[in-house]
């Protein structure tokens, strides 16, 4: 997912900026699943707080939604 970390910006941010941008080429359409807490951990090695803050504030900005139990989706864009 990511190569090398920026050493001026926190990671979730750079694990955010990726995820957005998968959206954006079409890699996440609406509608699909993104990658779980779980998922995140495993693929960067950051901790499951860090995860936990890139899905957070996706979902703040509304970019993706989650359905309890099930995960989390891309929302639809306007």
Do not use: H
Request: charged share 30%.
């Amino acid at each position: 997912m990511i190569d090398e970390w920026a050493e001026d910006r926190p990671k979730w941010e750079q694990i955010a900026d990726v995820i957005r941008q998968r959206i954006a080429d079409g890699t996440y359409p609406p509608r699909s699943r993104v990658p779980s807490v779980q998922q995140l951990v495993n693929e960067t090695g950051v901790a499951v707080d860090t995860a936990q803050k890139v899905l957070a504030n996706l979902r703040e900005e509304g970019v993706i939604y989650t359905v309890r139990g099930l995960g989390s989706f891309v929302a639809e864009r306007e």
